[in-house]
């Protein structure tokens, strides 16, 4: 059986010009319960890769230049 | 090389004693562990990362049952979870905890963890329960991973972040052997002997689907997969009354609480559409969730919390507590809606279905010493069957597991497991990936807990559930022959997919066996709808027996605190009565 991609709104926003990942910065990814950070191979910045987000915040509130955004999921907003 | 791209890989360590999580009750029971012996190797396994695991990942508003000095007895606690519990409770293992829990609290309280306190200094304590008064606010309960994981750090605890556990190992005679791993971002496979194991996983949490269809807005950390209760019984330990779900009441749509223990103390309560209270106490119990859903139903629905009618200055700090420590993402939420505590009242609702001793009493079985039925395995926290015993009560009891894990790794020698166990559980880890086509873990794990709505969540119809268990065995068959995993964090969801549906099974069966209704709404049997104390006043503990689910009674230890005749029956007076 073939497989679809599924279009989603991702809760989480990463502000790519604050962002400092392609410095070195692992912090959001590191800390995030549900491992759904990543960073990006073309920008080198972090991105949501995976909408599987409980909307707890740690990746928001530890990082460093406040970068990250965490926003209410759609579905439930 | 990049992340989540699969790895083949196996490799093997060794320590005294490996406790599984990393939430709560783990970092605690790791560091008894190391202090009671300096010189053992203790590793801190976690699937996320220690930092921020489990369910206190953001921090945590308040102590729910604090036993302190002056305000309240371990006598009393005792009594009052037992009759909360309908009676259904080995009180060594509650009046233990009553009694350690406050020393915990003075341990935390020199961590740098801040309790609420009053202008002479002593702990402000505040009551929501039925009978007394154990509700410790923690206005800067924001602190507690970071003072948890400093003191891991200075213990010098080996913490391996992104490994998740899939089975336990054991030695031919039954004892605890070790456990097989995974790293969630590389599917390199890691198996770590151990002479004892303490399992601290956490609930069922992602077991019923929330009602706004979003398959991570779980009550529960969404990392709570139940991956605790699927490996005890895989490794043939005993679990108890897991029939007894957790269902909690919540903020319609968020799955946060709303929470009248935070807003409750101050004058906030639970009211229907025409204003009124409709329950005695807000403490969650059962019997409270069931005049909770009778409301939802009756008309007189929908449920609010209603606080508007205080002074402006108490809102203000309800509302800071509320949206700042324990899920600060609730504020964001109720800004979203428009809804300002100052003049609108807040809609509940009730969450999906879950196991978790934490708040109500389906777990591992353990007695007072954390141990399960395996030799050398220990379970604390929320996925162990002392009940009620939330998050003070995950730290007591990780401390009193990771002593006594301790005492038995010093007193025993590694034991031996088979190495074809090993290859076995490889191949069951990995044959999502060794598939070209199939289904992928997202919809098997949809599926499934949408069945577990539409099926088990209460009230519980025998019927129905006969109906649920021939769909889920369907589901399950797609789950073994057919599910795929393209790359390792795939792997991760298609592992935890495994112990969700291992838990609904659980959940279907334990439910089944018990042929009364008991705990309110968490075991509403429509078919045998009274309680019936003649036969069903006793655990029920479900277990694999020659590869099969079975479950079996098991009596309720003789209580160490009276009950009297006349308390038996007070939480099942929870509404309020008509007054003319």
Same mark, same amino acid.
């Given at each position: 059986?073939?497989?679809?991609?599924?279009?989603?709104?991702?809760?989480?926003?990463?502000? !790519?010009?604050?962002?400092?990942?392609?410095?070195?910065?692992?912090?959001?990814?590191?800390?995030?319960?549900?491992?759904?950070?990543?960073?990006?191979?073309?920008?080198?910045?972090?991105?949501?890769?995976?909408?599987?987000?409980?909307?707890?915040?740690?990746?928001?509130?530890?990082?460093?230049?406040?970068?990250?955004?965490?926003?209410?999921?759609?579905?439930?907003? | 090389?990049?992340?989540?791209?699969?790895?083949?890989?196996?490799?093997?360590?060794?320590?005294?004693?490996?406790?599984?999580?990393?939430?709560?009750?783990?970092?605690?029971?790791?560091?008894?562990?190391?202090?009671?012996?300096?010189?053992?190797?203790?590793?801190?396994?976690?699937?996320?990362?220690?930092?921020?695991?489990?369910?206190?990942?953001?921090?945590?508003?308040?102590?729910?049952?604090?036993?302190?000095?002056?305000?309240?007895?371990?006598?009393?606690?005792?009594?009052?979870?037992?009759?909360?519990?309908?009676?259904?409770?080995?009180?060594?293992?509650?009046?233990?905890?009553?009694?350690?829990?406050?020393?915990?609290?003075?341990?935390?309280?020199?961590?740098?963890?801040?309790?609420?306190?009053?202008?002479?200094?002593?702990?402000?304590?505040?009551?929501?329960?039925?009978?007394?008064?154990?509700?410790?606010?923690?206005?800067?309960?924001?602190?507690?991973?970071?003072?948890?994981?400093?003191?891991?750090?200075?213990?010098?605890?080996?913490?391996?972040?992104?490994?998740?556990?899939?089975?336990?190992?054991?030695?031919?005679?039954?004892?605890?052997?070790?456990?097989?791993?995974?790293?969630?971002?590389?599917?390199?496979?890691?198996?770590?002997?151990?002479?004892?194991?303490?399992?601290?996983?956490?609930?069922?949490?992602?077991?019923?689907?929330?009602?706004?269809?979003?398959?991570?807005?779980?009550?529960?950390?969404?990392?709570?997969?139940?991956?605790?209760?699927?490996?005890?019984?895989?490794?043939?330990?005993?679990?108890?009354?897991?029939?007894?779900?957790?269902?909690?009441?919540?903020?319609?749509?968020?799955?946060?609480?709303?929470?009248?223990?935070?807003?409750?103390?101050?004058?906030?309560?639970?009211?229907?559409?025409?204003?009124?209270?409709?329950?005695?106490?807000?403490?969650?119990?059962?019997?409270?969730?069931?005049?909770?859903?009778?409301?939802?139903?009756?008309?007189?629905?929908?449920?609010?919390?209603?606080?508007?009618?205080?002074?402006? !200055?108490?809102?203000?700090?309800?509302?800071?507590?509320?949206?700042?420590?324990?899920?600060?993402?609730?504020?964001?939420?109720?800004?979203?809606?428009?809804? !300002?505590?100052?003049?609108?009242?807040?809609?509940?609702?009730?969450?999906?279905?879950?196991?978790?001793?934490?708040?109500?009493?389906?777990?591992?079985?353990?007695?007072?010493?954390?141990?399960?039925?395996?030799?050398?395995?220990?379970?604390?926290?929320?996925?162990?069957?002392?009940?009620?015993?939330?998050?003070?009560?995950?730290?007591?009891?990780?401390?009193?597991?990771?002593?006594?894990?301790?005492?038995?790794?010093?007193?025993?020698?590694?034991?031996?497991?088979?190495?074809?166990?090993?290859?076995?559980?490889?191949?069951?880890?990995?044959?999502?990936?060794?598939?070209?086509?199939?289904?992928?873990?997202?919809?098997?794990?949809?599926?499934?807990?949408?069945?577990?709505?539409?099926?088990?969540?209460?009230?519980?119809?025998?019927?129905?559930?006969?109906?649920?268990?021939?769909?889920?065995?369907?589901?399950?068959?797609?789950?073994?022959?057919?599910?795929?995993?393209?790359?390792?964090?795939?792997?991760?969801?298609?592992?935890?997919?495994?112990?969700?549906?291992?838990?609904?099974?659980?959940?279907?069966?334990?439910?089944?066996?018990?042929?009364?209704?008991?705990?309110?709404?968490?075991?509403?049997?429509?078919?045998?709808?009274?309680?019936?104390?003649?036969?069903?006043?006793?655990?029920?503990?479900?277990?694999?027996?020659?590869?099969?689910?079975?479950?079996?009674?098991?009596?309720?230890?003789?209580?160490?605190?009276?009950?009297?005749?006349?308390?038996?029956?007070?939480?099942?007076?929870?509404?309020?009565?008509?007054?003319?």
């Amino acid at each position: 059986m073939p497989l679809a991609s599924f279009q989603t709104s991702v809760p989480v926003v990463v502000d !790519d010009a604050k962002c400092i990942a392609d410095k070195g910065c692992t912090v959001c990814v590191d800390v995030c319960p549900l491992d759904v950070l990543r960073i990006s191979d073309m920008t080198n910045k972090a991105y949501m890769a995976y909408d599987e987000c409980w909307y707890c915040m740690p990746c928001e509130a530890d990082c460093p230049t406040g970068a990250v955004t965490v926003n209410i999921p759609y579905l439930l907003r | 090389m990049a992340l989540d791209q699969i790895v083949d890989g196996l490799s093997e360590v060794s320590c005294d004693v490996l406790v599984i999580g990393g939430g709560t009750a783990g970092p605690m029971a790791a560091l008894k562990a190391k202090l009671k012996n300096p010189k053992a190797n203790v590793v801190l396994l976690e699937k996320a990362n220690v930092k921020r695991s489990g369910a206190i990942s953001m921090g945590m508003d308040g102590l729910n049952n604090a036993v302190i000095p002056g305000y309240a007895t371990p006598e009393q606690y005792t009594k009052e979870i037992t009759i909360a519990n309908d009676g259904i409770v080995d009180q060594k293992a509650v009046y233990k905890y009553a009694q350690n829990c406050y020393s915990i609290i003075e341990e935390l309280d020199s961590f740098g963890i801040r309790f609420l306190k009053n202008e002479n200094g002593d702990y402000a304590v505040k009551k929501v329960h039925h009978i007394g008064t154990y509700v410790l606010p923690m206005p800067n309960g924001e602190t507690v991973k970071k003072a948890l994981y400093r003191q891991l750090r200075r213990a010098r605890i080996l913490i391996s972040n992104r490994y998740m556990a899939t089975r336990l190992l054991k030695s031919a005679d039954g004892r605890i052997a070790g456990a097989v791993s995974v790293n969630t971002r590389t599917a390199e496979m890691l198996v770590i002997k151990a002479k004892a194991v303490i399992l601290c996983m956490g609930a069922a949490g992602r077991l019923g689907l929330p009602t706004s269809g979003y398959m991570f807005g779980t009550y529960e950390n969404a990392a709570n997969s139940g991956d605790g209760y699927a490996m005890a019984y895989h490794a043939g330990a005993a679990l108890a009354n897991l029939e007894c779900f957790q269902i909690n009441p919540l903020i319609k749509d968020y799955n946060g609480p709303a929470c009248a223990y935070v807003a409750g103390p101050f004058g906030a309560y639970t009211a229907n559409n025409e204003g009124s209270r409709f329950i005695e106490c807000d403490y969650w119990s059962g019997q409270m969730m069931l005049e909770f859903y009778n409301e939802l139903l009756s008309g007189k629905g929908p449920v609010f919390l209603q606080l508007k009618h205080l002074h402006p !200055d108490t809102i203000s700090e309800i509302e800071s507590t509320l949206h700042k420590v324990e899920r600060p993402t609730r504020g964001l939420f109720q800004q979203g809606r428009g809804v !300002d505590y100052r003049s609108e009242s807040i809609e509940m609702h009730i969450s999906e279905i879950g196991f978790c001793s934490g708040h109500s009493a389906s777990g591992v079985f353990v007695d007072d010493n954390a141990r399960t039925t395996v030799p050398g395995l220990y379970a604390a926290g929320d996925m162990a069957s002392v009940p009620h015993n939330y998050m003070l009560g995950a730290f007591t009891n990780g401390s009193v597991a990771g002593i006594d894990a301790m005492e038995f790794a010093d007193s025993h020698d590694f034991a031996e497991f088979d190495v074809a166990d090993v290859a076995v559980e490889r191949d069951r880890v990995m044959a999502p990936t060794k598939r070209e086509d199939g289904i992928p873990p997202n919809q098997i794990e949809y599926k499934t807990r949408r069945l577990v709505n539409d099926y088990l969540q209460p009230p519980k119809v025998t019927r129905k559930y006969e109906l649920g268990m021939r769909r889920l065995a369907e589901a399950r068959e797609d789950m073994q022959e057919r599910m795929i995993a393209r790359n390792a964090h795939e792997l991760l969801r298609a592992l935890e997919v495994q112990s969700i549906m291992d838990c609904a099974d659980m959940a279907a069966h334990a439910s089944l066996y018990r042929e009364e209704s008991r705990w309110g709404l968490y075991h509403w049997r429509t078919d045998f709808p009274e309680k019936d104390n003649e036969n069903w006043f006793c655990h029920t503990l479900l277990s694999k027996r020659d590869g099969k689910m079975t479950s079996e009674k098991r009596a309720v230890e003789p209580y160490v605190v009276p009950i009297a005749d006349d308390e038996k029956d007070l939480y099942d007076k929870q509404r309020i009565r008509a007054t003319a």
